[in-house]
């Protein structure tokens, strides 16, 4: 499949849907009901997203990212005591 390198985001869109379908198939070879989300983000913050999944399932997934997000920023940092 050719890549256009002088566009990075077709390029990544290209790597992304080669890499989706090749879970799909391993995920349905081994007879797992589960949907992929498959993201890459940019030096300038650009996320390029691949799924199959609802928006209603994104919404709760992003909602996920920021619990994460804020779990890690609270922890305490290796070395630092108070």
Do not use: Y
């Amino acid at each position: 499949m050719p890549r256009d390198m002088n566009d990075p985001t077709a390029a990544i869109s290209s790597i992304l849907r080669e890499a989706n379908e090749l879970i799909c198939r391993r995920l349905q070879e081994a007879r797992l009901m589960v949907s992929p989300v498959l993201a890459i983000v940019t030096p300038d913050r650009k996320v390029i997203l691949r799924t199959n999944v609802s928006p209603e399932v994104l919404r709760w997934f992003g909602e996920d990212l920021k619990n994460i997000a804020e779990k890690i920023g609270a922890a305490p940092k290796l070395g630092k005591t108070h």
